[in-house]
T-cell receptor, first 108, second 115 residues
Framework: GQNIDQPTEMTATEGAIVQINCTYQ??????LFWYQQHAGEAPTFLSY????GLEEKGRFSSFLSRSKGYSYLLLKELQMKDSASYLC?????????FGIGTKLQVIP | GAVVSQHPSRVICKSGTSVKIECRSL??????MFWYRQFPKQSLMLMAT?????????EQGVEKDKFLINHASLTLSTLTVTSAHPEDSSFYIC???????????FGPGTRLTVT
């Protein structure tokens, strides 16, 4: 089965750093994805981790520990436009399972 | 790039009618396309996975006779909601994936309202 846990809401200040954690329990694990979803829109792909460690991509970084079933998304230099839901997603080649998402509010 | 389009973006239909939603990969060939449904404040729920040229694989609890999926080419998949009812009102999102790749690219979604 698939089970993904992440906080439902977070608030952070513009210019700051925020870390969104995700724990997962899945069968047939083949990678951990992070997607960003603004209200009323479809998700956009942010990152994909298949090996342990940190993947950095501009202001966004994603970390994975397979032994702990744990990942986080790190957002640096927060901007107001980063206010969105961040979906942790685990799965394999034929199927992925999405968490409910963490709604991040960036405040001035 | 990896652009996926969906049409229509919004549709309102009467109960009992059928609605077809198109999903196209514009700049790549999508061997696999996924159809999701998302209710307000809930996570994306996978409805079915379709591979080009073969029958779709439906998730448990999704009626295949009600939600008809056709993946006739490497760039087009369609979802037809047959005999729609108000409880089918939702945000329907497709995604597409290249062959041998893991990441999915999402279409902009279709908001269906059944009156």
């Amino acid at each position: 089965g698939q089970n993904i846990d992440q906080p439902t809401e977070m608030t952070a200040t513009e210019g700051a750093i925020v870390q969104i954690n995700c724990t997962y329990q899945t069968s047939g694990f083949n990678g951990l994805f992070w997607y960003q979803q603004h209200a009323g829109e479809a998700p956009t792909f942010l990152s994909y981790n298949v090996l342990d460690g940190l993947e950095e991509k501009g202001r966004f970084s994603s970390f994975l520990s397979r032994s702990k079933g744990y990942s986080y998304l790190l957002l640096k230099e927060l901007q107001m436009k980063d206010s969105a839901s961040y979906l942790c997603c685990s799965g394999g080649y034929q199927k992925v399972t999405f968490g409910i998402g963490t709604k991040l509010q960036v405040i001035p | 790039g990896a652009v996926v389009s969906q049409h229509p973006s919004r549709v309102i239909c009467k109960s009992g009618t059928s609605v077809k939603i198109e999903c196209r990969s514009l700049d790549f060939q999508a061997t696999t396309m996924f159809w999701y449904r998302q209710f307000p404040k809930q996570s994306l729920m996978l409805m079915a996975t379709s591979n080009e040229g073969s029958k779709a694989t439906y998730e448990q609890g999704v009626e295949k006779d009600k939600f008809l999926i056709n993946h006739a080419s490497l760039t087009l998949s369609t979802l037809t909601v047959t005999s729609a009812h108000p409880e089918d009102s939702s945000f329907y999102i497709c995604s597409a994936r290249r062959s041998l790749a893991y990441e999915q690219y999402f279409g902009p979604g279709t908001r269906l309202t059944v009156t």
